[in-house]
Nanobody, 125 residues
C-alpha cells in the first residue's frame, strides 16, 4: 500500500500563489506516475497535472498551462504543485494521486490506484 497526504491548501486572493505538497509513504517504490487532480461539488474529478517517475516528463490540463508547475523529489517522497496567477475557477479540493503505470496522455481518475484525502484551495475574487 501507498499512503498519500496533501498539505498547503488555503484561501488566497485572485492573482496569488500557493504551493501544494504531497508526502508519500509505504511501498513508494511500487508507484511510478504521480499527479494532481481537483474536484468541485457536483463535478467529476479533473486531471490537473502529471509527472513521470524521473520527473523529466510532465503534462498539464490546458486551463493551468503556464500557471501551474508539478515537481517531485523522489529522495524525500514528495510531490509538489506550484500554483501561480490563481483564478476563482481554480477553487476546488485538490487530490494527490499515484499509479504504477507510466505517464501517458488522457489520464483519468480510473487510471490511479492511490489517493490522498484532499486539500481545499479557495481563490477569492
Amino acid at each position: 500500500q501507498v499512503q498519500l497526504v496533501e498539505s498547503g491548501g488555503g484561501l488566497v486572493q485572485a492573482g496569488g500563489s500557493l504551493r501544494l505538497s504531497c508526502a508519500a509513504s509505504g511501498r513508494t517504490f511500487s508507484v511510478s506516475t504521480m499527479a494532481w487532480f481537483r474536484q468541485t461539488p457536483g463535478k467529476e474529478r479533473e486531471f490537473v497535472a502529471g509527472i513521470s517517475w524521473t520527473g523529466d516528463v510532465t503534462t498539464y490540463t490546458d486551463s493551468v498551462k503556464g500557471r501551474f508547475t508539478i515537481s517531485r523529489d523522489n529522495a524525500k517522497n514528495l510531490l509538489h504543485l506550484q500554483m501561480t496567477s490563481l483564478k476563482p475557477e481554480d477553487t476546488a479540493v485538490y487530490y494527490c494521486a499515484a499509479r504504477r503505470g507510466p505517464l501517458k496522455s488522457n489520464l483519468s481518475r480510473g487510471d490511479f490506484g492511490y489517493w490522498g484525502q484532499g486539500t481545499q484551495v479557495t481563490v477569492s475574487s
